[in-house]
């Protein structure tokens, strides 16, 4: 395997990785907002759920302004790096089929 083919192939896994990191970012996000939705619905005591409240309230908002956001950004580079190392391969590939003919 040559030099240029390992490269590609781990800035491959790379992309693969910020995807996953991404997906992984969002899951979390929404299963806690879950969690505490769950957790918010049973009978508390009012300090309790003065906590739950004030928690919720800020996982949603963070949610909306920076974790969805981020989880974004992290999937579209993942799938961009992806992409352009597919681009680059297929470009290569026909570079040298062109020079064989």
């Not at 693969?16 to 979390?28: F, K, P, T």
């Not at 996982?59 to 681009?87: H, K, N």
């Amino acid at each position: 395997m040559s030099m240029r083919e390992e490269i590609s192939l781990v800035v491959f896994y790379l992309g693969v990785a910020l995807v996953v990191g991404g997906q992984s970012i969002y899951r979390y996000v929404h299963l806690r907002i879950t969690d505490l939705e769950a957790h918010f619905s049973v009978n508390l005591p009012q300090n309790e759920y003065w906590a739950t409240e004030g928690s919720l309230r800020w996982w949603r908002t963070e949610t909306a302004s920076f974790y969805d956001p981020l989880s974004l950004y992290i999937l579209t580079a993942g799938l961009i790096v992806m992409i352009c190392v597919l681009v680059f391969a297929s470009v290569m590939i026909f570079r040298k089929r062109k020079l064989r003919n």
